[in-house]
């Protein structure tokens, strides 16, 4: 029985996280559609306690931050860091385990944060006994990744193995300190801890991992070298000096020391330093290749999510600037943004990865290229309404309040683009639906296929 639940199978344990990450992405991108539908229709769900914005909205975040984006992210881990180090992960019943808690918590948090009992902390609302759970999770795979290194069979540290393990050894600590369950302050210092946590999980989590297989992918599918090793290691660690203090400049508006303020402004801006090396390193490493996207999906996902990296880290040093962050402050402008890292950016490196890791790791060819394709396509349309009409609100919101207009004058202006809004998550949600349904057909396949059939760029037929 434990053998059956606990395999140590080479690569089950990658599996399992990408798999469950499929279906967290149905549940939580359901649930953010109809928390968007909330803004159009509020009676939608009267009556319904559970399932009101308020209640939704936190799980939804929690499902699609930790179920989908993290466990896609560890599953991509769990299949790069052995293919790199030329050997096999260290324990694939201990990886097992850990996915099955990390799902309990989950589906059981969710329960509790639409019940109403959460931490209220943004992004960090799971309480006791969840969040310790998590920890206990984050430290047994940076113990089981870091044991995979230290058996490695070739020398050299590839720039992925950096930014992955990076996130491995800042997670713990970062998720401690954003947690009234290990750390608990009253009033101001709570705002600080709260988006010291909130800011890096977003850039010692998500980014590191997600530029990290996006190193591994881009190299891997183009059949180049990446560009420059130098390049890539300057981005590296510009992010471990920079990112940790930029918190700060979601409180601008608010008593916080104005030394910790200059210092969250300025490191804020300096952070285009890591995102012109990391993009630098993808469009010399595609250099001569660019044709390539119109054939392989997985890479066509990864580049598109460069796209909006070049979009979203642009964008956050000019926010973070004083008088940009007071115009836009507590609109939804910043919404958007926060969903172009995310959604727009490590959400498409990420499916990139789980398409190109799948098949491998199944040895099964994907279900259907061209269900693939609807599902970009859905998804970047979906997603590219959905934040423009973000943005576009989120300034309608900003001139009201400069000016000085009534609230109940300029929200007159805002109702269309909340239908908008909820017509690109119709869109992205039905993405999701295809991506599963496409993986699915996949699981269910009993044949094998050879390496040249699991390339999704060489010419195929289109089921």
């Known amino acids: 029985m434990v053998q059956k639940f606990l395999s140590n199978e080479e690569g089950s344990a990658a599996k399992f996280f990408m798999l469950s990450a499929v279906v967290w992405i149905v549940i939580g991108m359901g649930l953010g559609l109809l928390g968007a539908l909330e803004f159009s229709f509020p009676d939608l769900t009267k009556g319904v306690a559970q399932l009101s914005f308020t209640r939704i909205r936190p799980a939804h975040v929690n499902m699609v931050a930790f179920g989908w984006l993290s466990m896609a992210n560890i599953g991509s881990a769990l299949y790069i860091i052995p293919a790199l180090c030329k050997t096999k992960l260290y324990s694939e019943k201990l990886a097992n385990f850990v996915c099955y808690v990390w799902n309990a918590v989950i589906a059981f948090g969710a329960i509790t944060l639409v019940n109403g009992y959460t931490e209220g902390r943004e992004y960090a609302e799971l309480r ?17 990744l870091f044991r995979t290194v230290l058996t490695r069979t070739v020398k050299k540290l590839y720039v992925s193995v950096w930014y992955i393990m990076g996130a491995f050894f800042w997670m713990p600590f970062i998720y401690i300190v954003g947690n009234r369950t290990f750390v608990a302050m009253d009033g101001l210092n709570d705002g600080i801890l709260n988006w010291f946590y909130g800011h890096n999980i977003l850039g010692m989590w998500f980014t590191v991992l997600g530029v990290g297989i996006a190193y591994y992918m881009v190299p891997k599918m183009t059949g180049r070298p990446v560009w420059s090793h130098s390049l890539s290691m300057l981005g590296f660690w510009t992010i471990a000096f920079f990112y940790a203090p930029t918190g700060t400049h979601h409180l601008l508006q608010s008593p916080v020391p104005e030394w910790l303020k200059a210092l969250a402004v ?18 010399m490493t595609m250099k001569g290749n660019w044709w390539m996207v119109t054939t392989n999906m997985p890479l066509r996902f990864v580049m598109t999510g460069s796209f909006f ?20 402050h507590f609109t939804q402008w910043v919404v958007g943004h926060a969903h172009a890292a995310l959604l727009g950016t490590f959400t498409f490196f990420v499916i990139g990865s789980v398409y190109y890791g799948l098949q491998r790791l199944t040895g099964r060819r994907i279900y259907s290229v061209r269900l693939v394709k609807w599902h970009f396509w859905l998804l970047f349309i979906g997603f590219s309404i959905f ?8 300034l309608q919101q900003s001139v009201g309040w400069a000016l000085g207009y009534p609230v109940a004058q300029w929200s007159l202006t805002l109702p269309p683009m909340w239908i908008t809004r909820s017509i690109g998550g119709v ?20 044949s094998i296929s050879s390496e040249a059939d699991l390339n ?7 089921k």
Do not use: H
């Open 266 to 283: 300025i490191f804020s801006a300096a952070l285009v330093i890591p995102v012109i090396s990391v993009l630098t390193n993808f469009y």
């Open 387 to 394: 934040y423009l009409a973000l943005t576009i609100a989120g």
């Open 427 to 446: 869109m992205m949600f039905a993405s999701s639906c295809l991506f599963a349904f496409n993986i699915f057909m996949t699981m269910n396949d009993k």
């Open 128 to 144: 006791e006994p969840f969040d310790i759970l998590v920890v206990v999770g984050l430290v047994l795979l940076s113990y089981n």
């Open 456 to 462: 999704l760029a060489v010419p195929v037929e289109v």
């Open 309 to 328: 990296y070049f979009l979203t880290c642009i964008q956050g040093p000019f926010q973070a600037t004083r008088g940009v962050n007071w115009y836009i």
